[in-house]
């Protein structure tokens, strides 16, 4: 294998690789944030390298933190009550369907 090969396949590893964490954070944000976290905090250990402290202090999910800005109230960090962000309207919704053709007459 050349050069040119292999530096073709590592660029589509990295593609894979980042199409995989964006579907992973978009479909499971829950549990990618749980794994994010614990990453983080394997690396924020004492003893540590002043260089995996910050990574681990970069990969720390916002919300682990206490001053993520998002206004969800999920922390109670933010300022705002969750059941009272809930009270504001249902969360579920009735579907409508409608036709995409419509009949003759």
Not at 44 to 47: C, I, R, S, V, Y
């Given at each position: 294998m050349n050069a040119g090969l292999v530096a073709q396949y590592a660029v589509i590893a990295l593609l894979v690789a980042a199409s995989a964490v964006y579907m992973l954070r978009r479909l499971a944000p829950t549990r990618s944030a749980r794994w994010?976290?614990?990453v983080a905090r394997r690396l924020?250990?004492?003893?540590r390298g002043a260089f995996a402290q910050r990574i681990g202090?970069?990969?720390q999910p916002r919300a682990a933190t206490g001053h993520c800005g998002d206004s969800c109230g999920t922390c109670g960090s933010c300022g705002t009550d969750a059941s009272a962000s809930a009270s504001a309207g249902?969360?579920?919704q009735p579907l409508t369907f409608r036709?995409?053709?419509r009949p003759r007459s």
């Open positions: 994010q976290a614990s924020l250990k004492p003893g202090h970069a990969l249902p969360e579920e036709p995409y053709f």
